[in-house]
């Protein structure tokens, strides 16, 4: 007679909580109720961090709370990856993961037990490639003409870049491609690393083509190959390092938005959203165009896939160019 007394009773509190759960918003609905931030693992200025302060201003005017961008530069772009790997996953920190930090670190950084891979995919955003630039006092005008002049240097030729970031790669593997001894100069960015270019301290390097396309214009800088697959618009005159003789180079380097792990896919999916959305504008066209970017849109699973297809090249890289973090 108890039971029967409390079946009733137990089928008003079941419904009740079905009430409650039924008037609750989705997570995906009430998402964002406040502001975020998005880490970007590099120093401000860059080819990236502009991308990012993009994106950041979009899911603002698209998911309306504001997204500022935290710039956590340091070892190759892992410090912030970390920091944001760490984060709670509640869609709240974001990370601008790139072939760097994302791919390649995960070979470079091995001793350390650096992993990315934990990373949820939101959206892949551009892909930028990169050039192979020296200073005009240094006599050489094709790539063929520049292997020779390091063969002469007798070990006493530089190269710069960010230490595990895409211009320390290539760098290291054009060094293992033509056999000959260069020094590898790590800097914190690209301004850096130009600074010393410029003044004769190194004699070499590869970064994004927006960052040395004003200085290739100035005639301060001179570009002897592309690291792509085909020529670049701005930059028809220079063939690609596979026309020169060096087919493997056609790596480009890739940036995009990553969550931490655990965090909840309907939030994933509404970014990924936003962030279409925002890169069909004519305004995320100019910005692209200002950096030399190449455009992508997609779903998480998109990126996902590139990732898997992108990591074992870049990882490959680190491990036939014998780039290493010290």
Not at 154 to 183: D, R, T
Request: charged share 15%.
């Amino acid at each position: 007679m108890a039971w029967r007394r409390l079946t009733p009773m137990l089928a008003l509190i079941q419904a009740a909580l079905l009430c409650l759960f039924l008037q609750q918003p989705a997570i995906g609905q009430s998402y964002p109720d406040h502001p975020g931030k998005i880490i970007v693992p590099f120093a401000a200025g860059g080819p990236m961090d502009i991308v990012a302060r993009f994106i950041a201003q979009s899911l603002k005017q698209k998911l309306g709370n504001s997204f500022i961008v935290e710039n956590k530069g340091g070892a190759g772009g892992t410090l912030g990856t970390r920091a944001g790997m760490a984060s709670k996953p509640d869609g709240y920190t974001l990370i601008w993961g790139s072939s760097g930090s994302v791919a390649a670190a995960l070979e470079l950084y091995k001793s350390q037990n650096f992993d990315a891979t934990s990373l949820i995919p939101i959206a892949l955003v551009a892909k930028l490639p990169h050039v192979l630039v020296v200073p005009t006092d240094i006599p050489a005008t094709t790539v063929a003409e520049l292997v020779e002049y390091i063969k002469k240097s007798q070990g006493k030729f530089n190269y710069a870049g960010s230490l595990g970031a895409p211009p320390h790669l290539m760098g290291a593997m054009f060094q293992s491609l033509i056999k000959q001894e260069m020094q590898f100069v790590p800097y914190t960015g690209a301004a850096p690393a130009i600074v010393d270019l410029l003044a004769g301290r190194t004699q070499m390097m590869f970064d994004a083509i927006t960052v040395l396309q004003p200085l290739i214009e100035s005639g301060k800088l001179r570009p002897l190959a592309v690291v792509d697959s085909q020529r670049w618009s701005t930059l028809k005159d220079v063939p690609t390092m596979s026309e020169v003789g060096y087919p493997t180079m056609t790596m480009v380097a890739f940036s995009g938005l990553f969550a931490p792990a655990g965090t909840d896919r309907a939030i994933v999916n509404k970014i990924n959203q936003a962030v279409n959305e925002s890169l069909r504008t004519t305004e995320a066209k100019a910005v692209m165009d200002s950096i030399a970017a190449n455009m992508q849109l997609g779903s998480p699973a998109d990126l996902q896939n590139f990732v898997n297809a992108e990591s074992p090249r870049w990882r490959e890289l680190v491990r036939v160019s014998g780039a290493k973090a010290e």
